[in-house]
């Protein structure tokens, strides 16, 4: 399978998603699916296959809800961060080992939307919380609607850890990736989980936290070197800001910022950069050491964007994978040339082969992968059955002569009448040979670009 692309932003001046925009992707990445699983190796519709189930039933759900996950390495302060958003100290914290076994998740505002999108998460009951109540006032306005998860460490040592957190990083709306002074760098992290989901995926910030660990001076260097790194790994519109889930960010926050309030959605404007973080937290309720994430995430959980947009996202890259597959116009090839050359092979198994092959190339020419060989395997299929059919087909169109003697007995004497019997017989056996044709190799054929034809007119 080719290399995944780096995903493609969505350009400031696209329309709004809608829910109906987002079905209708769903319903053209169906179509495709459906015009071609037949010839195409499964492994190269997965993608396509399983994000437009997930974006199915993600739509099916709350979509006044926006899950956030808070995903991240051992240490690097998921855990106390969770708690300071939601100020319930209910995610156990340690430093040293992994403590998060399972998810917790934390609903903003109504509970019901919520609960039913916890149980498709998987979350479970005795690990759900609520979070905002009439002693906020609207200190927590700018969060309703939002579910906040912890997840499991990264990094852990039990493999059921890591696979929960796989799980829920394909079924969350949002992920902020939680990395701090010390582990920023990782090339694991950065190879294993920050460049595949951030290219595979929309709703993602990244939050160098425990800045309170640094002095003033030195964050933005520490942050100038991550978003390097980001950069470099084809990550440049992924936002970063500065976290402190336990005291202030250092400094003044504006001595960092790059451009002015933004959303995760927003792409970095021209010019130069004049700072590495992505907001700056002025003006933003909450704790001070998380004001720059929440200055991002506000807009999109009060907005209901990040959930359509996440889906569209995700649909625009599927649809940009299988897009790879139909590149061009597949070529009109007529069945005489194959009629023609297996003519000319008298019965020959290796002509016969030869002929087959011949007609499959040019019936895929200029078609992508996995086309050519799927039209091939298709060409192929009733290949050890051809020679005998043709042997038939062959007697068929000579059963006719056997019982008309007295044309050849009159195209022996009259040139004319002989020739026009030749003739006769050469069209018959085009006719019978045709047939076979068809049956054998030119239907199969027929079928694989009609889907190739369908899946591309679909995507058009």
């Known amino acids: 399978m080719s290399k995944r692309k780096a995903r493609i932003p969505r350009a400031a001046d696209a329309p709004p998603v809608t829910a109906s925009s987002v079905h209708a992707k769903i319903d053209t990445v169906r179509a495709i699916l459906d015009a071609v699983h037949e010839h195409v190796p499964s492994d190269r519709l997965a993608v396509a296959r399983s994000t437009s189930s997930r974006a199915l039933a993600r739509l099916d759900l709350s979509l006044s809800h926006t899950t956030v996950a808070l995903a991240g390495t051992t240490g690097s302060g998921k855990s106390s961060m969770f708690n300071a958003f939601t100020s319930l100290d209910r995610s156990p914290v340690s ?16 509970k019901d939307g919520g609960e039913l999108l916890l149980d498709w998460l998987g979350v479970q009951p005795r690990r759900r ?18 579910v906040l998860l912890d997840l499991p460490d990264v990094d852990s040592i039990q493999p059921s850890h890591r696979a929960e957190v796989d799980r829920l990083l394909d079924l969350v709306d949002v992920v902020v990736w939680v990395t701090d002074p ?67 960010v250092p400094g003044p926050p504006g001595a960092a910022v ?9 792409k970095p404007g021209p010019g130069p950069r004049t700072g590495p973080l992505a907001a700056s937290g002025v003006g933003i309720a909450g704790p001070s050491g998380i004001r720059q994430l929440r200055e991002l995430l506000e807009p999109a959980v009060v907005g209901r964007r990040a959930v359509l947009e996440r889906l569209d996202t995700d649909l625009s890259y599927a649809l940009d994978e299988l897009g790879d597959m139909f590149a061009g ?40 992968e996995p086309w050519p060989e799927a039209i091939a395997e298709a060409a192929r299929r009733r290949l050890s059955e051809l020679p005998l059919a043709l042997e038939r087909a062959g007697e068929r169109a000579l059963a006719f002569d056997r019982s008309s003697g007295w044309k050849r007995a009159m195209g022996a004497v009259l040139p004319a009448v002989g020739k026009k019997s030749q003739e006769g017989r050469d069209r018959r056996l085009r006719s019978e040979y045709g047939r076979v044709a068809e049956d054998f190799v030119v239907g199969p054929v027929r079928s694989v670009v009609s889907g190739y034809s369908a899946a591309r007119a679909a995507l058009s």
Not at 183 to 197: E, F, P, T
Not at 204 to 215: G, K, S, W
């Open 258 to 266: 790059a451009r002015p309030k933004a959303t995760f959605r927003t």
């Open 182 to 248: 010390q582990k920023y760098a990782d090339l694991v992290v950065h190879d294993g989980y920050l460049r595949r989901l951030a290219a595979t995926r929309g709703g993602f910030i990244v939050a160098l936290n425990q800045t309170d660990r640094l002095l003033p001076t030195s964050l933005p260097q520490v942050a100038g070197d991550l978003r390097r790194l980001l950069d470099d790994g084809d990550l440049g519109e992924v936002p970063l800001v500065a976290t402190s889930a336990t005291d202030e």
């Open 129 to 146: 919380f609520v979070r905002e109540s009439a002693l906020d006032g609207n200190d927590e306005v700018g969060l309703r609607g939002m």
């Open 329 to 368: 116009q597949a070529p009109a090839v007529s069945p005489s040339v194959l009629v023609e050359g297996l003519i000319a092979a008298q019965g020959v198994k290796e002509k016969i082969t030869s002929s087959v092959d011949r007609y499959a190339t040019l019936s895929s020419a200029g078609l992508p």
């Open 95 to 110: 430093a040293l080992r992994p403590t998060t076994a399972e998810a917790y998740a934390c609903v903003w505002g109504d």
